[in-house]
């Protein structure tokens, strides 16, 4: 049974930094991407990151803030976010694709998603 459990999540200041983490069981994936939903809007894509290789990807406003990794040994990926604005508040959900031959800022091609996790960045 896949199981995916993200914490990390939680209030900052403006300017700090957070890490949002995402530990799947049940299986191996290819891809592990971050979407984020915040109040009224559509969910959009952060990043992913291949299982072989290490591959990043990212949005391009999230670029050079926001670093995506992964702990092979705890099938773990990791989001690493800094500088933190307010508009970055939103949930943050950690969605994984079996397949590797995916459109990876597209929510509908991965498989399975977590529960999401609250960020609030303060002003």
């Known amino acids: 049974q896949v199981q995916l459990v993200e914490s990390g999540g939680g209030l900052v200041q403006a300017g700090g930094s957070l890490r949002l983490s995402c530990a799947a069981s049940g299986r191996t994936f290819s891809y592990t991407g971050w979407f984020r939903q915040a109040p009224g809007k559509e969910r959009d894509f952060v990043a992913a990151?291949?299982?072989?290789?290490?591959?990043?990807y990212y949005a391009d406003s999230m670029r050079g803030r926001f670093a995506i990794s992964r702990e092979d040994a705890k099938n773990t990926v990791y989001l690493q976010m800094n500088s933190l604005k307010p508009d970055d508040t939103a949930v943050y959900y950690c969605?994984?694709?079996?397949?590797?031959?995916?459109?990876?800022?597209?929510?509908?091609?991965?498989?399975?998603w977590g529960q999401g996790n609250q960020v609030n960045v303060s002003s």
């Open positions: 969605d994984v694709a079996i397949a590797s031959n995916r459109e990876l800022t597209r929510e509908d091609e991965y498989d399975y």
């Open positions: 990151i291949k299982r072989t290789g290490h591959n990043t």
